[in-house]
C-alpha cells in the first residue's frame, strides 16, 4: 500500500493530508488520524501533494514548514493563489512567533510544536475540517450565484447594481434614462434570474459578487420600490 492511499475505514466522514518529509512522522500520524475514524493520506514534499488533485468537501491539510523543495509556507501560499479551499494545520519542530504569524495571516487554522499531543492534533483537525467544509459550501454557492448573474442582460445587470446601491425604482429610472415601469419590468425579472426572494438577499449576491454595496444598502433591503 503506497503511503499517499493510507485510508479508515469505509465510511470516513474527513480525509486528512498529511505532508511531512519524515517517514516516521507520516506514519505516526496516519496511525493517529485513522484512529479517529478518518481517512490519511500521507506525502513526503509539498510538489508530490499538488502533483494530485484533492477534490475532498470534508478534508484539511496537516502541514510540515520545513519541507524539501517547496516548504510549508511557499505550498499555503500557491494554494492561496490558486483558491483552493482547504484549511491548513502547521506543524513544526523548529517554530519561531515571525513564521506562525505569517502562517496564522494566511489563514492557517493552527499552528503545533513537535511534539504536541495527540488530542492536540486531532482537536485542530475536527476545527479544520469544519472550516474547509464551510469555505466548499461558500464556494459552491458564489459559482451557482455567478451562473445566475451571468443569464443577465446587460441592461438587467445594470438595473441589478443600481438597486442594490439603494436607488428607488424611479431613481434607477433616472439614471438609465428610462421609464420607471420599465425598470420594474427589468427590477423583476432580475429578482427572479437570480432567484433572489428579496431585496435582502440579492443585496447578500451582490456582495459575494463583488459588486459594491453601500452599508446602507444593507439596512435598507426591505424591499422598498
Given at each position: 500500500m503506497s503511503?499517499?492511499?493510507l485510508e479508515a475505514p469505509s465510511g470516513s466522514a474527513a480525509t486528512v493530508f498529511v505532508v511531512d518529509d519524515e517517514d516516521t512522522v507520516r506514519r505516526a500520524l496516519a496511525r493517529l488520524i485513522r484512529s479517529a475514524s478518518m481517512t490519511a493520506r500521507t506525502f513526503p514534499t509539498a510538489e508530490a501533494f499538488l502533483a494530485e488533485s484533492h477534490v475532498v468537501p470534508a478534508s484539511?491539510?496537516?502541514l510540515d514548514v520545513?519541507?524539501?523543495g517547496l516548504n510549508g509556507l511557499q505550498l499555503q501560499e500557491a494554494l492561496n493563489r490558486k483558491g483552493y479551499p482547504i484549511a491548513i494545520i502547521f506543524i513544526t519542530g523548529h517554530g519561531d512567533v515571525p513564521t506562525s504569524v505569517r502562517a496564522m495571516k494566511a489563514g492557517a487554522v493552527d499552528f503545533l510544536q513537535k511534539p504536541f499531543a495527540g488530542h492536540e492534533l486531532l482537536d485542530a483537525i475536527r476545527r479544520a475540517v469544519s472550516r474547509t467544509r464551510e469555505a466548499v459550501t461558500k464556494q459552491a454557492?458564489?459559482?451557482?450565484i455567478r451562473r445566475r448573474y451571468d443569464t443577465l442582460t446587460s441592461r438587467e445587470r445594470e438595473v441589478f447594481a443600481l438597486v442594490v446601491s439603494g436607488l428607488l425604482n424611479k431613481q434607477v429610472a433616472g439614471e438609465l434614462g428610462s421609464a420607471e415601469k420599465t425598470i420594474k419590468i427589468h427590477r423583476g425579472r432580475v429578482m427572479a434570474k437570480m432567484q433572489a426572494p428579496s431585496l435582502a438577499d440579492l443585496v447578500r449576491m451582490a456582495g459575494l459578487l463583488g459588486i459594491p454595496v453601500p452599508r446602507s444598502a444593507f439596512r435598507g433591503a426591505s424591499g422598498s420600490s
Open positions: 503511503e499517499s492511499s484539511c491539510l496537516v520545513r519541507l524539501p454557492e458564489c459559482a451557482e
